[in-house]
């Protein structure tokens, strides 16, 4: 194919070349990025489409998946894979060749903006889950783009702060999802971060884009920028950007009803950037100031991801909003839950009555707002889920509705009167049981203001935990938030952003109909204050610049650095099912370790345990992390069933980075910790390295 490639590139012209390489208006209006082609030696259009969350297609439907984090919630890659070939297959019966996903930027500030879009804050869980999804969208003929490369960490000046990373932190904690991407999952393309990188914006940063990405890890497909994320044209073509997107102003590609130029709540304006791919590349390349040899080699990678997915013959088929779509959706949904408390209560048994309380529970929470929104064919939300099943419900907002930042779908929700806490209290005190859904309100283009749930919904949940026989707070958020009410309540379940499948998941789940098999991706701290970007240098930044002064000790690993107790540790989550695990063995063999944990379901009905297994680096001469995770595993479980649940650790996982050496293995003794979270440790083993 390299030969063949060549030879169309010597056939094109400099016109044809500069077609390949920035973005085109769409002249079907429905993709996200549009590169046309050239027809002249049967080069195919491109056409790139918007879809952590499922495919955003301009005025189409699709499958609304649950968050991204809540798919890492999972635990499971296997999911992961289900997912991301539901998506390609979606992707294509829209006729789009490239999913702009998936999103594996490392949860490091816990408000952040687009948090929801990834899969948390340890980058191994991050990777396992990425490459899955990656497999998963590209095994049915659709390109995947991992973004946004790298440490993305926040939406506050985004276009513009720079972090101050060292060397160790990016290799060790922001680089590793974007490597597995790369040299296991064979991705087609990488689309760069808006921010800047110790001091240059990533579609020029020529270190991390030809030398780390291209040349250390051989990645061979193309390289795009984010949407007006070019920051210069020389600059850009000779740091190792392929692709310069969208290629045209912001009036020319906006929606009819979205003004990308002006001001608003849901979103500010975008740069004011030109196309620096067309004219100026032209003039540059004329001018002889650019050879244009780098030109040629950014067409090739261009073709070679277009041949990669077979772009050169017919389109694949698709499918979409199919019922297995549907019941997929409803999966993720109940397989990301998160079961944070539980004091008996749940599943409901023998409950003929239930107050249901909120002041958005009568809408599905699709997700945050920005690029990731998706139009679905059908949305469920608690109110119709839960009033679906055979009790008596009654429904009370208690306060004014949350507000939801969505650009490209405003939701629905029904109208009602002004809604009063007096109301629910009384409907939560003739209940047998109270639900109150609360949520928070992320999107792209801006972080949130804090970790408190907004509104008075703290208030909404105190007083009606005052009076309920038994209150189960449902949490739709996109990540930590505080809870000062938890100790007041019977149980506590985290939902993150469900999908379409809202609210028949959440009934599932309170009716005991799936179990809640999701595990904390993120940790769940007390206050803002308990993270490592409570501080202004920190985060959002003083004077453009947001210091990483925390290095690789982010989410879990700060926690226990500091010694603060998190409110929910990272890895926790609870089950309806009970679960012993027994003392685990430790082999070895030429790739690391196997470690196989005895485990049994003590309880009296089938379970999933998540048996996690952490390193401790104790021989290396550097600070390291108490527990980094390692190696996980999830199982389905009879009740009454022991099993043998196995965990490969790789030899590598006991690497660390070394800014003169590279990565050096800590030989000598170290630790193995098998536990149920980061801070629930069953079981420790040494190892000798």
Known sequence: MEREIDAVVDELTLGEKLRLVHGAVDPEGKATGYLP???????????LVDGP???RVNGGRATAFPASVALGATWRPSLARRFGRALGREAAAHGQDVVLAPGVNVARVPTGGRNFEYYGEDPHLTARTAVAAIDGVESAGVGATVKHYVANSQETDRYEVSAAVGERALREIYLPAFRAAVEEADVTSVMTAYNRVNGTHMSDHERLLSDVL?????????????????????????AGLDVEMPGISPEAFAPDDVDLGEASEAMPPVPDVPALFGEPLREAVESGELDEAVVDEKVRRVLRGMASIGRFGSRPEGELDTAAHRRLAREIAAEGAVLLRNDGVLPLDGVDSLAVIGPNADAAKL???????????????????????????????????????RVFDAGTGDAAPDPSVDDAVDAAAAADCAVVVVQDDATEFRDRPGLALPGRQDDLIEAVAGVADRTVVVLRTSGPVETPWADAVDAVLEAWYPGQADGEALADLLFGDAEPGGRLPVTFGRTAADYPTSDDAAFPGVDGVARYDEGVFVGYRYFDERGVRPRFPFGHGLSYAAFAYGEPSVTEDADGFAVAVPVENTGDRRGKAVVQVYAGKT????????RELVGFEAATIEAG??????????????????EGAGWTLATGENALFVGRSSRDVVAAVDVSV
Not at 370 to 383: A, D, L, N, Q, Y
Not at 641 to 651: C, I, N, Q, Y
Request: glycine share 14%; hydrophobic share 35%; aromatic share 8%.
């Open 37 to 47: 082609g050239v027809d002249r030696v049967d080069i195919p259009p491109l056409a």
């Open 53 to 55: 969350l499922g495919v």
């Open 214 to 238: 291209k040349g250390e890890w051989g990645f061979d497909g193309f390289v795009v920028s984010d949407w007006w994320g070019t920051r210069s044209t020389v600059g850009a073509a000779r």
């Open 367 to 405: 997700g945050g707002g920005g690029s990731s929104e998706v139009s679905p064919f059908v949305r469920t939300s608690p109110v119709e889920g839960i009033g679906a099943r055979d009790v008596s419900v009654a429904v009370e907002r208690g306060i004014e509705p949350v507000s939801e930042s």
């Open 619 to 626: 021989a290396a001469p550097v600070p390291t992390p108490k």
């Open 641 to 658: 069933e022991r099993r043998a649940v196995e965990v490969s650790v790789d030899r590598s996982a006991f690497e660390y980075y070394d």
